[in-house]
């Protein structure tokens, strides 16, 4: 097992001083003396090596592993992210970080080790995402280790060439951002938002950030006879807690307002946010009060705590309208809830405490179903089809839509009713007709929206079509009927190919039917490399066999 060196520790504490203030703040119990031993390890494996931007290598893994301390994050979990690039970088192997800090820093790290390019080819960063997943299945920290490593590596993406950072920018909100969001962890997902922004789309993003500057200058006039009148309504409600300006971030002002940022306002800038010292019932005294101090939108109040996101996350969310005519949004929430409405999986990891943030951990949790959908239609997909769905699963948006026993069920936006079909059950997407949206009939087309309630309408003898594949959004949907169109492509060109062998042999005086019963067409079918005579059949229709191979081997057999 590696030692610290007695002669650097000095320095090895010195570098690592921000990250021990960090963890001790968190985790009191910490082990420091581990970390700064992998501190040692991973700064002389790296030694020599440079960042784009010049700096030792190593102040990278040590910046990942400072943010995880920040959000709280285990001992175990800030050593691996110390280690992270060691086996994918230098000569330093799965086994000897198995050997030096244990099996369970070593599936840490290399969960989030990236497959070798040079042997996996254009594969590799679908691959390398396959693997990821199936690493957090197992272990959900090497996700959050993952999205660690991206904000960092964002938050340095100016010292890449042009064509790379926006390349880097668009796979970070195509894939990696929408993980934070599945996670519930928004403080990763708000700054890479907003990093990948600026890099995508640097003029849209120095619009949008300077628009904001300029509007959040004038936050307290603006906010300020707004927040007199709460904090007084809440007052008279014996409702304690704190009332807050919360800014919003330069990407989803963006995004909400299509790009036109001229003119934007404080109260269009940032929200209110109320912590209220109590529960849930608290929270909706809170929202009475609001109401009655300013006027409510009608149709804008949201209620997360009743039906909290698919990430767990509960606040109410209100729009009112001020005494000078301005809208404000408000959010309420009691302080229990803000750490997951914050860091969402990552609050539940830290709350554990048992050292251990694996799948079966939370095993049940309705935030996590998103992750064993994906894990089920994964498998049997080729590279390129799998990074295809898997942008599609992560899509941004989502509508909860409820069975008719009050399940609910998690799509993505555009999701249609066959979606739905395919995630109530396999069986019961291949034999639906039609859906009962809200008690009408609906076809399979229907967009869902969240909030309906649908009963899926099947025939037994229905199937798959592949008219299905123009209005089925979801991976686990397209997935599985892009299968079964496979399937069904193989089996009639099986039965087709062993027709026309049939014919051919009868003309030799030969029964293909005997051949079956002897084993001889199984014996030809796996000396040509076939697992079955149907893949054999199936190959004729296609081209890839000759039918004169096949009749002279079935007349020698």
Known sequence: MTTLNPWRSGSSRSAMAPLLAAHRSASPAGDEAELLRGYEVAERLHRGQLRKSGAPYITHPLAVAIILAGMGLDSTTLLAALLHDTVEDTPYTIGEVRADFGEEVAVLVDGVTKLDGGKWGERAEAETFRKIVLSAAADLRVLVIKLADRLHNLRTLRYQPPHKRVRYAEASLELLVPFAERLGIHVLKREMDDL???????????????????????????FGPTLARLRTALGEQRIRGRVEIRPRHAYAVHRERGGDVAGLRPNEAARLLLLVDGDDQDCYIALGAVHAALHPVQGRVKDFIALPKANLYQSLHTRVISTDGDLFDVIIRSRAMHPVAEYGIVAHIRDARNGVATADTVAGRRDLVWLSRLLAWQSDVPSAEFLAGL?????????????????VVTLPAGATALDFA????????????GALVNGRLAALSAEMRSGNVVEIL??????????????????????????????????EAAVAGRRRLVLALAGRKMDLLTAEAHGDSLAVARDLGYTEPDEMYAALTMGSVRLDDLLSRFTRV
């Open 196 to 222: 990948a922004f600026a890099a995508r789309a640097p003029e849209h993003y120095a619009e949008a950030a300077q628009a904001l500057r300029s509007a959040l200058a004038g936050t307290g006039a603006a």
């Open 391 to 407: 942008r599609a699963d992560l899509a941004s948006g989502n509508v909860a839509v409820f069975t008719t026993s009050g399940e």
């Open 422 to 433: 395919y995630a109530v059950g396999t069986e019961t997407g291949d034999r639906s007709i």
């Open 458 to 491: 099947t025939d037994p003898d229905s199937e798959p079509s592949g008219d299905w594949l123009g209005f089925a959004v979801t991976a686990p949907a397209r997935v599985h009927i892009q299968q079964w169109l496979a399937r069904q492509r193989a089996e």
